[in-house]
């Protein structure tokens, strides 16, 4: 099969510069958005202006600044599935809060999907694979399409996740960092939670964390 020619948009909200994308398949106009930061207005503005149709939202983890756009999107983009790895499903479906250090309460969803990792994704004509890359919180995934990957809170521009919280694992995050991202392709571009975009081969010369 063809590679599918791919195009990625970016929001930032403003009061923790989480990035929120759009992914669109350039030929059949399919989109999914990943992560929902706390400006869904600004994404919302970007779906009806690219003329894209979101057939889901993809949660690279359930952090509140990730998952605070939820209800808006919902409201507006219609009854499209979420997806998010199994372990923090929950945090979805339930409103239980990821971390214990800021309980407070979520609102539920229903119609929420799975990321299993070693598996595809589908979303209209878009697939994504699915690498597991936790520690940062137990059940962070990278998303992985065409020369993208999207690592949520795992890796960064120059940096990796936090993992001084309770459910935090410092350990397994470089793991899977190493694991599952280094040994990706130097070319391919990093698409982070926060910040700017990368190369796999940037971060493997010059993140001291690495
Ligand atoms: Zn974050």
New binding site residues.
Partial sequence: MAERRIHVEVTADRQ?G?NSYLVEDEDSRDAVVIDANLEPELMVDLVRSRGVTVRAILLTHT?I??IAGLVRLRQELGDVPIAVHGSEREVITEGQPLRREFARPLPTFDNVGLLMPGEVYRAGTLEFDVLHTPGHSPGGVTLSIGNALFT??ALFAGSIGRSDFANSDGQALLEGIRERLMTQPDDRLVFS??GPVSTIGQERRYNPFL
Wanted: aromatic share 12%; hydrophobic share 10%; charged share 35%.
């Fill in positions: 923790f989480t952090d600044d990730h949520g809170d939670g926060h």
